[in-house]
Every structure is written in structure tokens, then in C-alpha cells.
């Protein structure tokens, strides 16, 4: 089953508490959060949720 990442934006400015990635099988092994940016503020300010 493809994997799923739930990150949060860790700007104070942004209202976007948390989103939900999820992949298809085709994502390459080297792709971390650090890849991503917020879709609401656009900034590259983010953490993964380690659920």
C-alpha cells in the first residue's frame, strides 16, 4: 500500500494546522518532507507528524 505523511507548517503566520500526503508507489525513496511546501502559505516551513 502506497505511504501516507501528515505534515504541519510550523510558521506562525499560517493558519493550515496539518495536511495529508499520499503517495503512489511511484515516489522515489530519497523524498522527505523537505521536497514539500505548505499549499496554504506556499513556504517550505514544515515538519512531519510522527503518528
Do not use: A, W
Not at 496539518?18 to 506556499?42: I, K, Q, W
Request: aromatic content about 8%.
Amino acid at each position: 500500500m502506497p505511504s501516507t505523511m501528515e505534515v504541519k507548517c510550523e510558521r506562525d503566520d499560517c493558519d493550515l494546522d496539518m495536511f495529508e500526503n499520499h503517495y503512489t508507489y511511484d515516489v522515489p525513496e530519497d523524498h522527505s518532507v523537505e521536497d514539500l511546501s505548505c499549499p496554504y502559505c506556499g513556504e517550505s516551513d514544515l515538519t512531519e507528524i510522527e503518528v
